[in-house]
């Protein structure tokens, strides 16, 4: 009789973060995994941090990759194109561009406003393509989904806490900042107005760092929720395939339904980078035209 193998195991240490890259066919052809090197400790304040690379590590920097080659071909492709004589784009660039226009004008001008929005557009559409690439890698073979890790979905959104702060503090200035922390209803006077600020402050403060956990947890609940139930869907195979006479309906029925996971899941990449571009630059505006 077939042993049932760990699955809950088996679907965490495919699913975490770890030192190590499983190479094309490494079953298949008896090939160890990539071992990453560690060791890298560095001590801050008497406090040891593991700087040493992991598989999310490496993954990121091929998005990063990724991005940058993506745009370098298509402003080459349309420069070409204006010396050629002109006309619209064509192909990957056409497609491309697109995106970045879209990007730029309706979701970051128009969420944030004609006279500051084109100054972040830069930085939304490097968190879109970031983020769609750190998708997309996750549903390639062999690939890894950097953002299913809350520590990256985390390191993202404390970078648009940081820019939504020190944008809104630029823009309205210390008192006009301030106010957006320490806020009293307007109308109230005396006593009541001290009561409402003294309840309201607490409550500015977290939802300030609300929205940045929001989006920490909506990219990483979205990501990583996908490879949970591919993975376990696969793992039907392994725990019924001791039956003789279901065995292969229960495998091809799961590798259906994983592939169809798989088209929702391409689908659901593109939509959670826009979301995360959109509400960024959306918290952005926000700030920006506080009241």
Not at 26 to 40: K, N
Not at 84 to 102: H, K, S, Y
Not at 156 to 183: D, M, N, Q, W
Not at 267 to 278: G, K, S, T
Request: charged share 10%; glycine share 10%; net charge positive.
């Amino acid at each position: 009789m077939m042993q049932t193998p760990d699955i809950g195991r088996m679907i965490l240490e495919r699913t975490g973060d770890a030192h190590q890259i499983d190479l094309p066919f490494g079953d298949l052809l008896h090939l160890r995994p990539w071992s990453l090197p560690t060791g890298w400790i560095v001590n801050i304040g008497g406090t040891p941090i593991d700087l040493s690379p992991t598989r999310n590590v490496v993954f990121m920097l091929v998005a990063a990759f990724l991005v940058w080659l993506t745009l370098w071909l298509t402003g080459r492709a349309l420069t070409r194109q204006r010396e050629a004589g002109g006309g619209a784009p064509r192909g990957f660039a056409n497609m491309v561009e697109a995106a970045v226009l879209f990007v730029r004008n309706d979701v970051a001008i128009a969420s944030i406003g004609h006279k500051n929005g084109a100054k972040f557009a830069p930085y939304i559409l490097t968190l879109f393509w970031f983020i769609l690439y750190c998708n997309l890698l996750g549903l390639v073979p062999y690939g890894e989904k950097p953002t299913g890790s809350f520590w990256v979905t985390g390191a993202l959104a404390l970078t648009a806490l940081v820019t939504i702060e020190i944008s809104g503090f630029v823009t309205l200035g210390p008192k006009g900042y301030l106010r957006t922390i320490v806020f009293t209803p307007p109308g109230t006077t005396g006593i009541t107005a001290v009561l409402l600020t003294l309840i309201m402050t607490p409550i500015e403060i977290i939802g300030k760092m609300v929205k940045p956990f929001a989006l920490m947890l909506r990219l990483f609940a979205n990501m990583a929720a996908g490879h949970f139930v591919m993975l376990s869907l696969l793992s039907l195979i392994f725990l019924f395939g001791n039956i003789a006479y279901f065995r292969w309906a229960i495998a091809g029925g799961s590798v259906v339904f994983v592939l169809f996971m798989m088209a929702i899941e391409l689908l659901v990449a593109f939509i959670q980078a826009y979301v995360f571009a959109l509400l960024t630059s959306t918290f952005i505006g926000l700030m920006q035209h506080e009241h």
